[in-house]
């Protein structure tokens, strides 16, 4: 979570002149979409970036300042100006090797004009050697320092400049927080829910398809926890993915899969259940991470359409079978209707994901399911269950190591029949939960014991036998 007293640096500068380049190589890793292509950040983004071990501070990438042509772009520049107005130090950026322009004008005078300290970086210094930051002078801006962030190139002078200007500060990170991100395809709703789950202004949010292209995210309290939330941009059809900033903005929603705890897969109620919200929830599923199917807009529903609710939810039932562990709700942003739940039911179900099973418990529940049902094999080639113990919390909800002979002659439906026996004696809603189907005699060759042995040899062995659970 972010103390107050954690000071913020912003990046602004006109479109195109390499923000986002200098923001990734502060904080040396690639976190902001980088193309060459004007205006490809829209939300301001914020990262930790640190100077020394007691030096901290957020860094924040904003879209690039231009006129305001629509009511669309005039929110863009609103928060660009709001990330300024609340920074302790403002970098303005310009391009090297051209001539200064009345945008850029206009962000110096804006950066002047807010008292803060403000810093000149002349980016691309590496295509303009002959030019230098000539005529850059006249922004008034001091200091100014020639930059190249593809070479790193005045980066250790700025760093100077900032060990001056910023306090000393620590971001303490809470490991106990709960992080949710927003799934889905375009335009359904994402940054609208939010939001109004975060309660203010803080991504764009507009009536057309990709306004949202990095992982947004905002901190926030709720019950006495603090929960993350993640705003993705929205994955389109294979077919429709450009090699560009979509192909970006692909990798950074498998990014949030990855970082979060509980996803929310978004479905517009006009166009419910696509081929591609069935394959993003394979994604989290895949991934381990807890999953609630969101109908967004509930209350933009045409009123032609005949379908209730509860024949909605048995239409969505059957698209997503492969996860009928997934709860499913109705919301609308704009009514507020389920926001709340939100926060209750992805609380519930982070819960469930670290749930502590005894050994003992599942080794009784493991031999009524194998007495009740024993499992089919081959002649002489019947699997054998011999016991199970839970594997360790590795962030990817329950799983259970599931030690036997001729497990790899196991039937994918025997697999999902326990899992069907499991989830009837536990509640496990909104959590996947995995078995790990293992050769008692291969984890026993060597002395080892198969409950204490690494995980990466388990893997080695799962990966070996072409086991595992379905």
């Given at each position: 979570?972010?103390?107050?007293?954690?000071?913020?640096?912003?990046?602004?500068?006109?479109?195109?002149?390499?923000?986002?380049?200098?923001?990734?190589?502060?904080?040396?890793?690639?976190?902001?979409?980088?193309?060459?292509?004007?205006?490809?950040?829209?939300?301001?983004?914020?990262?930790?970036?640190?100077?020394?071990?007691?030096?901290?501070?957020?860094?924040?990438?904003?879209?690039?300042?231009?006129?305001?042509?629509?009511?669309?772009?005039?929110?863009?520049?609103?928060?660009?100006?709001?990330?300024?107005?609340?920074?302790?130090?403002?970098?303005?950026?310009?391009?090297?090797?051209t001539t200064v322009t009345e945008e850029d004008r206009r962000v110096a005078k804006l950066a002047l004009k807010s008292r803060k300290p403000v810093i000149l970086l002349v980016n691309k210094i590496d295509q303009a050697r002959k030019q230098g930051t000539e005529g850059f002078e006249r922004l008034g801006i001091k200091p100014m320092i020639a930059t190249s962030a593809i070479?790193?190139?005045?980066?250790?002078?700025?760093?100077?400049?900032?060990?001056?200007?910023?306090?000393?500060?620590?971001?303490?990170?809470?490991?106990?927080?709960?992080?949710?991100?927003?799934?889905?395809?375009?335009?359904?709703?994402?940054?609208?829910?939010?939001?109004?789950?975060?309660?203010?202004?803080?991504?764009?949010?507009?009536?057309?398809?990709?306004?949202?292209?990095?992982?947004?995210?905002?901190?926030?309290?709720?019950?006495?926890?603090?929960?993350?939330?993640?705003?993705?941009?929205?994955?389109?059809?294979?077919?429709?993915?450009?090699?560009?900033?979509?192909?970006?903005?692909?990798?950074?929603?498998?990014?949030?899969?990855?970082?979060?705890?509980?996803?929310?897969?978004?479905?517009?109620?006009?166009?419910?259940?696509?081929?591609?919200?069935?394959?993003?929830?394979?994604?989290?599923?895949?991934?381990?991470?807890?999953?609630?199917?969101?109908?967004?807009?509930?209350?933009?529903?045409?009123?032609?359409?005949?379908?209730?609710?509860?024949?909605?939810?048995?239409?969505?039932?059957?698209?997503?079978?492969?996860?009928?562990?997934?709860?499913?709700?109705?919301?609308?942003?704009?009514?507020?209707?389920?926001?709340?739940?939100?926060?209750?039911?992805?609380?519930?179900?982070?819960?469930?994901?670290?749930?502590?099973?005894?050994?003992?418990?599942?080794?009784?529940?493991?031999?009524?399911?194998?007495?009740?049902?024993?499992?089919?094999?081959?002649?002489?080639?019947?699997?054998?269950?011999?016991?199970?113990?839970?594997?360790?919390?590795?962030?990817?909800?329950?799983?259970?190591?599931?030690?036997?002979?001729?497990?790899?002659?196991?039937?994918?439906?025997?697999?999902?029949?326990?899992?069907?026996?499991?989830?009837?004696?536990?509640?496990?809603?909104?959590?996947?939960?995995?078995?790990?189907?293992?050769?008692?005699?291969?984890?026993?060759?060597?002395?080892?014991?198969?409950?204490?042995?690494?995980?990466?040899?388990?893997?080695?062995?799962?990966?070996?036998?072409?086991?595992?659970?379905?």
């Amino acid at each position: 979570m972010m103390s107050k007293k954690v000071p913020i640096v912003a990046i602004v500068g006109r479109a195109n002149v390499g923000k986002s380049s200098l923001f990734n190589a502060l904080l040396e890793r690639r976190e902001a979409i980088v193309a060459r292509e004007a205006g490809t950040t829209r939300d301001s983004i914020m990262a930790k970036a640190s100077l020394d071990d007691d030096q901290d501070f957020w860094l924040v990438d904003t879209a690039g300042m231009k006129d305001a042509e629509d009511e669309f772009e005039f929110t863009i520049q609103e928060q660009i100006l709001q990330a300024a107005d609340s920074a302790d130090v403002i970098l303005v950026v310009a391009e090297a090797g051209t001539t200064v322009t009345e945008e850029d004008r206009r962000v110096a005078k804006l950066a002047l004009k807010s008292r803060k300290p403000v810093i000149l970086l002349v980016n691309k210094i590496d295509q303009a050697r002959k030019q230098g930051t000539e005529g850059f002078e006249r922004l008034g801006i001091k200091p100014m320092i020639a930059t190249s962030a593809i070479h790193r190139e005045g980066l250790s002078e700025l760093a100077d400049e900032l060990q001056t200007l910023l306090p000393k500060a620590s971001i303490v990170e809470d490991d106990g927080r709960l992080r949710i991100a927003l799934l889905g395809r375009p335009n359904v709703g994402k940054s609208a829910l939010f939001n109004s789950l975060a309660n203010k202004q803080q991504a764009i949010v507009a009536d057309r398809a990709g306004t949202t292209r990095d992982i947004n995210r905002t901190t926030l309290r709720h019950s006495g926890r603090t929960i993350e939330i993640m705003d993705t941009a929205g994955i389109r059809r294979s077919g429709k993915i450009g090699t560009g900033i979509e192909r970006f903005s692909v990798i950074r929603t498998l990014s949030a899969i990855e970082q979060s705890d509980v996803c929310f897969v978004l479905m517009d109620v006009n166009e419910l259940a696509t081929g591609l919200d069935q394959k993003i929830a394979g994604m989290i599923k895949d991934a381990g991470k807890g999953l609630v199917l969101v109908v967004s807009k509930w209350d933009a529903l045409d009123e032609k359409t005949p379908y209730s609710r509860d024949q909605l939810a048995v239409e969505i039932a059957n698209q997503f079978e492969f996860v009928p562990w997934a709860p499913l709700i109705f919301t609308s942003s704009i009514t507020g209707q389920n926001v709340t739940k939100l926060f209750e039911l992805a609380q519930e179900i982070d819960a469930r994901r670290h749930q502590k099973f005894g050994t003992r418990e599942l080794n009784q529940w493991l031999r009524i399911v194998a007495d009740r049902h024993p499992p089919a094999g081959l002649k002489n080639r019947a699997p054998k269950l011999n016991y199970i113990v839970q594997e360790d919390d590795s962030g990817q909800g329950p799983s259970f190591k599931v030690f036997g002979s001729h497990t790899k002659f196991l039937h994918w439906s025997y697999k999902r029949h326990m899992e069907r026996m499991l989830r009837e004696q536990h509640d496990l809603t909104g959590t996947p939960i995995k078995f790990w189907f293992i050769e008692k005699h291969v984890t026993h060759r060597n002395g080892d014991s198969p409950t204490k042995a690494p995980r990466s040899d388990l893997q080695k062995t799962i990966i070996s036998k072409k086991s595992g659970g379905r």
